[in-house]
């Protein structure tokens, strides 16, 4: 069985097809694999994402909002809801013209400048907002669902603390990619053995079959927008 050239743009560009973005800054670096079992992974993560998105959306009209407004937080393999975006004419105050009243069971969080289920009282607590909320909290990360690459990438590469580069994901036509905007071999000793990366499975490419792809792609939207 002849081992698959991934570093050859003919053989990347049969992987990915045409799902890259045609404008957008390079990353630090990028994997790929057409390992099955990655695959169905990130296409179970993809299912569950979209019906807990759909979960966040009731909730979100129920107070007359979109899960556009949702807010969300990611760090390492863990996200989750943290509130919504309230429209302007909640932050009025009362007896303005265009006030519009915080939805019942909810309030403002001034601090973090969001919308949130009231928790003031144990009936708060216990309150449909509450409940409703608590229900689609939880948001499926990727990272989670992911074998073989690490969830970050942590750099030494500024005073007083370093930086924290996620490991993104992309479903390619038959394949997987991954990138991340920190290079692990800029880590020092003692961070490249937490960040083991499975090459057997993820194939690190050159940045220049990226570069490529996205011209191809580019250039093909302003072929179709003449």
């Not at 979960?55 to 390492?76: K, Y």
């Not at 969830?151 to 997987?176: A, H, K, M, P, Q």
């Not at 937490?194 to 011209?215: F, G, N, P």
Request: charged residues 30%; contains cysteine; negative net charge.
């Amino acid at each position: 069985m002849t081992a698959i050239d991934y570093n050859d743009l003919d053989v990347a560009r049969a992987l990915v097809g045409d799902r890259v973005p045609s404008k957008s800054a390079l990353p630090a670096v990028w994997w790929l694999t057409a390992d099955p079992n990655q695959i169905d992974a990130y296409d179970r993560w993809q299912a569950d994402f979209d019906a807990r998105r759909e979960g966040v959306e009731r909730l979100a009209q129920s107070i007359g909002l979109t899960a556009n407004d949702a807010v969300m937080t990611t760090w390492g393999e863990h996200s989750e809801l943290t509130g919504f975006n309230a429209p302007t004419r909640m932050r009025y105050w009362e007896g303005h013209p265009d006030h519009q009243p915080v939805p019942e069971g909810w309030r403002l969080d001034k601090k973090a400048d969001r919308l949130v289920p009231s928790r003031k009282t144990k009936s708060d607590r216990e309150s449909d907002a509450n409940k409703a909320f608590a229900a689609v909290k939880r948001i499926p990360n990727v990272r989670s669902y992911m074998t073989g690459l690490p969830s970050e990438i942590y750099l030494d590469d500024r005073e007083f603390g370093g930086t924290i580069y996620g490991v993104n994901y992309r479903r390619g036509e038959s394949c997987l990619w991954a990138y991340s905007g920190g290079d692990p071999d800029r880590q020092s000793g003692d961070e490249r053995r937490h960040a083991v990366i499975d090459t057997s499975v993820w194939h690190r490419m050159k940045l220049s079959i990226l570069a490529a792809l996205m011209e191809e792609k580019a250039d093909r939207a302003e072929a179709g927008a003449r």
